[in-house]
C-alpha cells in the first residue's frame, strides 16, 4: 500500500502544534514540520532530542587548544633563543596562542557540526516545501497510509490548516 | 522594546522594502564614500612608493595614526558581539532589532582594522614574516611576542565574527529567496546563499544549538581580543603603558566606543529604512543606559591611572601623568576626558536620552574622545620616555590623514553596500521577539 502525505499550513504555533499532537495520537506520521522562527511547543509535541552539535564544537575546542600550544612550542623550538629572559617554551604567552586557538576550532567544529547534522547546503529542491513557512505559517507534513489521506486532511482542516495533498 | 504589535508579514515587509532598487542619492553617498577609499588608497600606494617617511613616525614616537585607527577599530568592532553574543545569553531582548546592523559593524570594523597593520609594515608583502610558515631562513614566527598574540586573536575574531554573522542570517536569506521571483537573478543568488534552508524543524533543532554555542564561544573571545591589543602596550616596559588594568580598561573603553558607533549607524538607518517601529527610541535609550555604565567604568580607568602614578612612587609614571593633561598633547587629553566621561553623564536625564538629535550628537563627541583616548595613550607615553634628551613630539602628515579618511570611508561604504543588499535586521530575530511565548534561537 502507498503512502500519501499532507502539508498543512498554518496561521500560528498552538494550532499547528495541536494539529501535531492530534496527528501522532491519531497513528499517523509527523515527517516534517517548517517554521519562521524556532519552536521550542513544536519541539516539545515531535519530542525532539537534543543536537549532539555540542560534540563537534568539544571535539574542535579541544584539539584547538593542543593545536595552538604545540604549534607556538614547535617555532619556538626552531629557533632556540631566549627572548626577555623568556623559557623557549614559555607557557604563559603559549597559553594566549592555545586560548585563541581553542576558540577558532570550536567554532569550526560548531559549524562542522551544524552542517553535518541539519544536512546544509543542500540545494535540492524540497518538493513539500511551501514558501509561506519562512515567512509567517507553520507547515506539518504528516504521511499516512492510501486511502487515509482524507481522513488526515480533514484533521489538518479542523485544526485550521490550509492543506495540500501530495502523492508519494 | 520594538512594537510589540508588529506582525510576522509587517516585519518582513519593513525589512524586505529596504533592498528595493536604491534612489540617486543612495548611489551619491556611494560614489562619495568610494572617492574617500580611493584617496586613502593613493595615498597607501605613494607611502609604499616613497617610503614609510611620508607618515609623521620617527623617533621616538613609531607608533602614530596608522596603530591609533588600529585599536579604535578593534574598539568599534567590540560592541557588536557584546550586543549579538553577550546580551544573547542574557536574554536582553532589546538587542534583537539592532544586533544584525551591530554584526555587520564588527565584521567590517575588524576588516578596516586589519588593514592598519599592513599599512604600518610599510612593506606589506613582508606580512608573510607574521604567518607561521618557515620562510626562506626557515624563520618562524615567535609566539612569545604580544603583536603575535595580536595577529593570532584579530584573525580567529575575524574568521569566527564573519561565520557567526552569516550562521545567524541563513533564515533571513532564505525569506528573501521565497520572496524573490521566480527566475530573478536575486532568487539565484539567495538559493545559493541560504544553502537550502527551510525552517525544517531538525535544521532549527542544531541550529539553535549552534547559535548557542557560537554565543557561549563569542563572549570570551570578545574580552580575549581587547585584552590582547591592551598587552601590545602593557608589555612594553613604558611609563603610562606597563599597567595590569589595561585589559579591563581596554575592554571596556571597546564597548564605549563601539555603543557609540550603534547609535551614530542605528539613527540615520532608522529614519531612511522607515524603521521606527522596529528600532524603536526605548532600544536606543537601553544602548544610551549602556553607555553610561561604560562610560563610568572609563571614568573609574582613567582616575586609576593617575592614582597608580601617585600611589606607586614611580617618577618616570608620575611625570608622563602629570604631562598627559597639561603638556604638548593636553588639548587631546581633554577633549578625551570630556568626551568620554563627562558628556554621557547627560544619559541620566530621560528627555536627553529618549531624543534622536542628542543621541546622534552625543554618540559622535563618544567616537571623537575615543579616538582621542588612543591618541593620548599611544603617542604621549613614547613621546615623553624615561630619557628627557630623548624626547620629541609627533604630529600626523597628510598622508596619514588621507589614509585615516580612506579607513572610514571604507567602513561607511561597506556598511551602507550591505544595509541596501542584504537584511539590516534579524526578521526571524524580529519574530521571536514579536512572538508571544517564543524564544530566542539558542
Not at chain 1, 509567517?136 to 504528516?142: I, W
Not at chain 2, 610599510?122 to 607574521?130: E, T
Request: charged share 15%.
Amino acid at each position: 500500500m502507498g503512502k500519501r502525505f499532507v502539508m498543512g499550513l498554518f496561521e500560528n504555533e498552538n494550532a499547528a502544534v495541536a494539529a501535531v499532537a492530534a496527528v501522532t495520537e491519531k497513528a499517523w506520521n509527523v515527517e516534517k514540520t517548517h517554521s519562521p522562527i524556532p519552536s521550542s511547543a513544536l519541539a516539545e509535541a515531535l519530542k525532539l532530542k537534543k543536537s549532539r552539535v555540542g560534540y563537534f564544537t568539544l571535539a574542535g575546542g579541544i584539539f584547538g587548544f593542543f593545536f595552538g600550544f604545540v604549534l607556538a612550542g614547535f617555532t619556538a623550538t626552531r629557533w632556540d633563543l631566549i627572548v626577555s629572559g623568556k623559557p623557549i617554551v614559555a607557557l604563559v604567552p603559549f597559553f594566549i596562542v592555545g586560548f585563541e586557538f581553542t576558540i577558532l576550532f570550536a567554532v569550526f567544529g560548531n559549524i562542522i557540526g551544524m552542517l553535518t547534522q541539519a544536512r546544509l547546503p543542500n540545494w535540492k529542491r524540497d518538493r513539500f516545501y511551501d514558501e509561506r513557512c519562512s515567512g509567517e505559517h507553520f507547515g506539518v507534513l504528516a504521511s499516512c497510509p492510501e486511502g487515509e489521506e482524507k481522513n488526515l486532511a480533514g484533521l489538518l482542516t479542523a485544526h485550521g490548516g490550509e492543506v495540500t495533498v501530495h502523492d508519494a | 522594546m520594538a512594537d510589540s504589535y508588529l506582525s510576522f508579514k509587517e516585519i518582513d515587509r519593513t525589512v524586505l522594502s529596504t533592498l528595493e532598487p536604491a534612489t540617486r542619492r543612495y548611489w551619491t553617498a556611494v560614489v562619495l564614500l568610494a572617492g574617500g577609499v580611493m584617496l586613502g588608497a593613493a595615498c597607501w600606494a605613494y607611502q609604499i612608493a616613497t617610503g614609510i617617511g611620508v607618515g609623521g613616525q620617527n623617533n621616538p614616537v613609531a607608533w602614530g595614526t596608522y596603530l591609533i585607527n588600529f585599536v579604535f577599530w578593534v574598539g568599534i568592532a567590540h560592541s557588536g558581539t557584546l550586543i549579538s553574543a553577550i546580551l544573547h545569553l542574557f536574554r536582553a531582548g532589546w538587542r534583537n532589532p539592532i544586533a544584525r546592523a551591530a554584526e555587520t559593524m564588527t565584521v567590517f570594523a575588524v576588516c578596516t582594522a586589519g588593514l592598519f597593520p599592513f599599512i604600518h609594515l610599510g612593506r606589506p608583502w613582508m606580512v608573510y614574516y607574521m604567518i607561521p610558515v618557515p620562510t626562506q631562513r626557515t624563520l618562524w614566527p615567535n609566539f612569545q611576542s604580544p603583536l603575535m598574540f595580536d595577529v593570532v586573536a584579530i584573525s580567529t575574531y575575524l574568521t569566527v565574527s564573519s561565520l557567526f554573522w552569516y550562521t545567524g542570517m541563513l533564515p533571513d536569506l532564505a525569506i528573501i529567496r521565497d520572496r524573490a521571483p521566480e527566475g530573478s537573478i536575486r532568487k539565484k543568488i539567495f538559493t545559493i546563499l541560504a544553502l537550502g534552508w527551510t525552517g525544517a524543524h531538525e535544521q532549527w533543532r542544531h541550529y539553535a544549538r549552534t547559535y548557542l554555542f557560537f554565543a557561549a564561544l563569542a563572549t570570551p573571545l570578545v574580552i580575549s581580543v581587547h585584552s590582547v591589543v591592551s598587552w601590545d602596550f602593557a608589555l612594553g616596559v613604558v611609563p603610562g603603558w606597563h599597567t595590569t588594568i589595561f585589559a579591563p580598561y581596554f575592554v571596556a573603553g571597546a564597548i564605549h566606543s563601539g555603543l557609540a558607533m550603534v547609535l551614530t549607524l542605528m539613527i540615520p538607518l532608522r529614519r531612511i529604512f522607515k524603521y521606527e517601529r522596529i528600532i524603536t527610541v526605548t532600544v536606543l535609550e537601553n544602548v544610551a543606559k549602556t553607555i553610561i555604565f561604560t562610560g563610568l567604568i572609563v571614568a573609574f580607568a582613567y582616575g586609576t591611572e593617575f592614582f597608580i602614578a601617585w600611589y606607586s612612587h614611580n617618577a618616570a609614571e608620575a611625570a608622563i601623568f602629570k604631562w598627559r593633561p597639561t603638556g604638548d598633547y593636553r588639548i587631546g587629553f581633554w577633549i578625551m576626558v570630556v568626551c568620554n566621561t563627562l558628556v554621557p553623564l547627560l544619559f541620566f536625564f530621560r528627555k536627553i536620552r529618549t531624543s534622536l538629535g542628542w543621541l546622534f550628537g552625543i554618540s559622535i563627541l563618544v567616537n571623537i574622545g575615543m579616538w582621542f583616548e588612543r591618541f593620548v595613550i599611544i603617542i604621549t607615553s613614547v613621546a615623553h620616555d624615561f630619557i628627557p634628551y630623548a624626547w620629541g613630539n609627533y604630529a600626523p602628515t597628510l598622508v596619514e590623514f588621507g589614509i585615516m579618511v580612506g579607513s572610514f570611508s571604507l567602513f561607511f561604504l561597506l556598511f551602507i553596500l550591505f544595509v541596501k543588499h542584504m537584511p539590516s535586521v534579524s526578521m526571524t530575530e524580529m519574530k521571536e521577539l514579536t512572538h508571544p511565548g517564543g524564544q530566542e534561537h539558542g
